[in-house]
């Protein structure tokens, strides 16, 4: 079922969702059953998948000279996906990525989702490679989030990349995007950001996933902003409990966000590690029954593969 009928199905009430990524090549898929398995009580309607771009690693050669090789770390999102759906009877939402795929790849990946009745995606341009210093796009692949869009639209509408034939297959995925409550870091200001959600939504997304926050009024006022811009889609918060100190620098830096000053002062008084994850649980409860309040039509928990802080919070609000 499309993301947007379970939100509409579920006639106001808040629902639940969370995300996983894949294990690290190599590994089994087990570590993503047992992230999943004490969060099922909760019945998610919809399990995303995350999808990694390959990054650089150096392999010493026999000459002693270093080679540069591109290597995808986690693998998997398509099979995940499935492996999910039909062990779980649930949906799945696999991430989509500009960077790291050629169209064509794209492309035979959206078929393959099809046959396998994956019926959403998450379309992203996808994070930049670790030693790039900024997104840097796949030789004939997508620059931006809104030109995979376009072709995901386009194979809906039975247009393929090479083949224009009257009666090819029609896809019929339901669409999610990328919303920013605090900017995307690249958007000199919220109204550019609002400018191309606003164009993804014209062009087909049904729905917006958000950054993490932790100050719900960023939430609201994205919300009334996108709102106030004509994007009127489902805006799913995307929230994520802070569990350890040395996380109020991270999460600030990789994700660009701000951490509220009555949070950091909490996390520095804290007397121990366990001090802090509680702190962050109890932090997150409270802006979950806020969320709630305000008519949140889901929240999407990044569990990052750990789910006992996750399954606290679910406790406390479903
Ligand atoms: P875009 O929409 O392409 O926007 C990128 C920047 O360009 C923005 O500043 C925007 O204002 C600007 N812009 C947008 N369209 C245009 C245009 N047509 N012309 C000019 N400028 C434009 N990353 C991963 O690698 N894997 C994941 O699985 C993943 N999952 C995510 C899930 C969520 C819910 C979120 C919020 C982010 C996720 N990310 C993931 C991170 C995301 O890929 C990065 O934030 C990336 O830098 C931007 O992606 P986007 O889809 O918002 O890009």
Same mark, same amino acid.
């Given at each position: 079922m499309k993301i947007t009928e379970h939100i509409q199905n579920a006639n106001g009430k808040t629902l639940f969702s969370f995300e996983l990524i894949p294990p690290?090549? !190599? @590994?089994?898929?087990q570590g993503i059953y047992d992230a999943i398995d004490p969060l099922m009580e909760f019945k998610p309607p919809f399990i995303d998948v995350t999808s990694l771009r390959e990054d650089f690693i150096y392999k010493e050669q026999e000459n002693g000279l270093l080679q540069k090789l591109a290597y995808r770390k986690r693998p998997g999102t398509i099979a995940i996906c499935a492996a999910i759906m039909n062990k779980y009877k649930v949906d799945t939402v696999p991430h989509l990525l500009?960077?790291?795929?050629?169209k064509d790849e794209t492309e035979n990946g959206l078929i393959d989702l099809h046959f396998l009745g994956i019926e959403n995606v998450l379309v992203l341009r996808g994070d930049a490679r670790k030693g790039d210093s900024s997104f840097v796009p796949t030789p004939? !692949? @997508?620059?931006y989030a809104t030109d995979l869009l376009q072709q995901v639209v386009n194979m809906n509408n039975g247009v393929y990349l090479h083949e224009h034939y009257d009666n090819m297959l029609r896809t019929d995925f339901c669409i999610g995007v990328a919303g920013y409550p605090e900017k995307h870091?690249?958007?000199?200001n919220l109204k550019t950001d609002f400018k191309y959600l606003k164009q993804k939504v014209d062009m087909g997304a049904g729905f917006i996933v958000t950054q993490m926050f932790f100050d719900n009024q960023r939430y609201f006022d994205f919300v009334n902003g996108c709102r106030a811009a004509g994007i009127n889609v489902p805006i799913i918060p995307g929230l994520k409990p802070?569990?350890?100190?040395?996380q109020l620098i991270s999460l600030a830096k990789t994700f660009h966000i701000d951490i509220p000053e009555d949070l950091s002062d909490a996390i520095h008084d804290a007397k121990s590690e366990k001090d802090v994850k509680e702190i962050g649980i109890e932090w997150m409860i409270n802006q979950c029954k806020e969320l709630v309040k305000f008519g949140a039509p889901v929240l999407h928990f990044y569990t990052m593969g750990n789910p006992g802080p996750t399954k606290r919070i679910a406790e406390a609000i479903f």
């Amino acid at each position: 079922m499309k993301i947007t009928e379970h939100i509409q199905n579920a006639n106001g009430k808040t629902l639940f969702s969370f995300e996983l990524i894949p294990p690290l090549k !190599g @590994h089994s898929i087990q570590g993503i059953y047992d992230a999943i398995d004490p969060l099922m009580e909760f019945k998610p309607p919809f399990i995303d998948v995350t999808s990694l771009r390959e990054d650089f690693i150096y392999k010493e050669q026999e000459n002693g000279l270093l080679q540069k090789l591109a290597y995808r770390k986690r693998p998997g999102t398509i099979a995940i996906c499935a492996a999910i759906m039909n062990k779980y009877k649930v949906d799945t939402v696999p991430h989509l990525l500009c960077g790291g795929f050629t169209k064509d790849e794209t492309e035979n990946g959206l078929i393959d989702l099809h046959f396998l009745g994956i019926e959403n995606v998450l379309v992203l341009r996808g994070d930049a490679r670790k030693g790039d210093s900024s997104f840097v796009p796949t030789p004939n !692949g @997508h620059c931006y989030a809104t030109d995979l869009l376009q072709q995901v639209v386009n194979m809906n509408n039975g247009v393929y990349l090479h083949e224009h034939y009257d009666n090819m297959l029609r896809t019929d995925f339901c669409i999610g995007v990328a919303g920013y409550p605090e900017k995307h870091f690249e958007a000199p200001n919220l109204k550019t950001d609002f400018k191309y959600l606003k164009q993804k939504v014209d062009m087909g997304a049904g729905f917006i996933v958000t950054q993490m926050f932790f100050d719900n009024q960023r939430y609201f006022d994205f919300v009334n902003g996108c709102r106030a811009a004509g994007i009127n889609v489902p805006i799913i918060p995307g929230l994520k409990p802070v569990t350890a100190s040395k996380q109020l620098i991270s999460l600030a830096k990789t994700f660009h966000i701000d951490i509220p000053e009555d949070l950091s002062d909490a996390i520095h008084d804290a007397k121990s590690e366990k001090d802090v994850k509680e702190i962050g649980i109890e932090w997150m409860i409270n802006q979950c029954k806020e969320l709630v309040k305000f008519g949140a039509p889901v929240l999407h928990f990044y569990t990052m593969g750990n789910p006992g802080p996750t399954k606290r919070i679910a406790e406390a609000i479903f």
